[in-house]
Nanobody, 125 residues
Framework: QVQLVESGGGLVQAGDSLRLSCAASGGTFSRNAMGWFRQAPGKEREFVSAISRRGGSTTYADSVKGRFTISRDNAKNTVHLQMNSLKPEDTAVYYC??????????????????WGQGTQVTVSS
């Protein structure tokens, strides 16, 4: 059983930055690919970014490419999402997710086995 707890969300203005963190417990963190997804009100959950087990590979949604950076610290069982140049359309609940059997770096939510409770990010214009 893997537990994921996100933190770092908040209310910011357009152009500001936030750094989300996800603390993992249970299982072997370094064996899991990790992803970030988000869900805005009235919309489906969408992929944001993912990182491979050792952090050597990353992928991003086109909408955040160049503004967001995913990273992980396997010694601390944490994954981060640095979000710069935030836009009002980035407003959503952000979820951390773990893929326990990562054959590839997936952008599909169904691939991920465990999810955090989410953290709200609100960007005002």
């Amino acid at each position: 059983q893997v537990q994921l707890v996100e933190s770092g969300g908040g209310l910011v203005q357009a152009g500001d930055s936030l750094r989300l963190s996800c603390a993992a417990s249970g299982g072997t963190f370094s064996r899991n690919a990790m992803g970030w997804f988000r869900q805005a009100p009235g919309k489906e959950r969408e992929f944001v970014s993912a990182i491979s087990r050792r952090g050597g590979s990353t992928t991003y949604a086109d909408s955040v490419k160049g503004r967001f950076t995913i990273s992980r610290d396997n010694a601390k069982n944490t994954v981060h999402l640095q979000m710069n140049s935030l836009k009002p359309e980035d407003t959503a609940v952000y979820y951390c997710a773990a893929d326990l059997d990562p054959g590839w770096l997936s952008t599909e939510s169904l691939t991920y086995d465990y999810w955090g409770q989410g953290t709200q990010v609100t960007v005002s214009s």
